[in-house]
């Protein structure tokens, strides 16, 4: 069983999505700041990509807080990742 970490820290979250490739996130029309999602990859027509700083603005407004895991349990770099509420 592999372990989940959770954090708010904006350098590690950033740092964490960037060594994978990753890019921040929101889907298109949402309303009220956006869903933040990250994305990997080729673009996916679903999501826009937006700023760091526009996308850590919606983060700390909605109190999120980002669930992520380093590994899989084969040991491969694992890009899941999960926005939840702060507690």
């Known amino acids: 069983m592999t372990a989940s970490h959770t954090t708010t820290d904006h ?10 490739n990753g890019r921040p996130s929101r ?31 919606i983060f700390d407004e909605n109190a999120l807080a980002f669930l992520y895991q380093d590994r899989t349990e084969s040991g491969d770099t694992s890009r899941f990742n999960k926005f939840v509420n702060r507690p």
Do not use: H, M, N
């Open 27 to 57: 889907v298109k029309g949402a309303k009220e700041g956006g869903v933040l999602r990250i994305d990997f990859g080729a673009p996916e027509e679903t999501l826009e990509e937006i700023s760091w700083d526009e996308f850590f603005q």
């Open 11 to 20: 350098s590690k979250i950033q740092k964490w999505v960037e060594a994978r």
